[in-house]
Nanobody
Framework: QVQLVESGGGLVQTGGSLRLTCAAS????????MGWYRQAPGKQRELVAV???????NYADSVKGRFIISRDNAKNTVDLQMNSLKPEDSAVYYC??????????????????WGQGTQVTVSS
């Protein structure tokens, strides 16, 4: 198991920047996919960005060119640098790790671990 703790959220004006950090309770050197998701009130949780062990990244179209995800396997952290923030970026941001497999619904799937979330509010 892995515990995840997010930090760095807060209130920022439109156009501002924030850096979120996710600290893992164990080495992430064996965890392939680490990512950030977000959930706004009344909406489903959505993928923001993911980074693999090899450093490949994938971003939601809405954040491409503004957000950068990175990982430090030595420090067991995953960061999300958020620039040019917009009010629509306001949400609770969750760190995610896919560590191991779980057998659900007749098939093996990656096992998801989540942090408690950190609030990001962008004022207009």
């Amino acid at each position: 198991q892995v515990q995840l703790v997010e930090s760095g959220g807060g209130l920022v004006q439109t156009g501002g920047s924030l850096r979120l950090t996710c600290a893992a309770s164990k080495s992430i050197a064996s965890i392939n996919d680490m990512g950030w998701y977000r959930q706004a009130p009344g909406k489903q949780r959505e993928l923001v960005a993911v980074i693999t062990l090899g450093g490949s990244t994938n971003y939601a179209d809405s954040v491409k060119g503004r957000f950068i995800i990175s990982r430090d396997n030595a420090k067991n952290t995953v960061d999300l640098q958020m620039n040019s923030l917009k009010p629509e970026d306001s949400a609770v941001y969750y760190c995610n790790a896919k560590d191991g497999l779980t057998y659900v619904g007749g098939r093996w799937s990656p096992k998801d671990y989540w942090g408690q979330g950190t609030q990001v509010t962008v004022s207009s």
